[in-house]
Nanobody, 115 residues
Framework: QVQLVESGGGLVQAGGSLRLSCVAS????????MGWYRQAPGKQRELVAT???????IYADSVKGRFTISRDRAKNTVYLQMNSLKLEDTAVYYC?????????WGQGTQVTVSS
């Protein structure tokens, strides 16, 4: 089994920054990719950013140039640095990890951007 623990969410004013962290533990011998998704009220869960084991990154168009995903292999941790936050970034952010061919989700952390 794989456990994911997210942290770093909260309330921030528009234009501000937050950094999310997600620590993976358990049977994580072969992590293929780690990433972040988000789900706003009444909307489907959507990809925010992912990073592969080789370091390749993919970003949603809506966050390009504002968000940065990074990974610390030694700590089995993935980060999401979010700058220039907008009201529409408000959502529950979920960490996602693919180990071998199985995907796992964290419990989610709320990010609220206020005007």
């Amino acid at each position: 089994q794989v456990q994911l623990v997210e942290s770093g969410g909260g309330l921030v004013q528009a234009g501000g920054s937050l950094r999310l962290s997600c620590v993976a533990s358990g049977s994580i011998f072969n992590i293929n990719s780690m990433g972040w998704y988000r789900q706003a009220p009444g909307k489907q869960r959507e990809l925010v950013a992912t990073i592969t084991s080789g370091g390749r990154t993919i970003y949603a168009d809506s966050v390009k140039g504002r968000f940065t995903i990074s990974r610390d292999r030694a700590k089995n941790t993935v980060y999401l640095q979010m700058n220039s936050l907008k009201l529409e970034d408000t959502a529950v952010y979920y960490c996602s990890v693919i180990v071998d061919i199985r995907g796992y989700w964290g419990q989610g952390t709320q990010v609220t951007v206020s005007s």
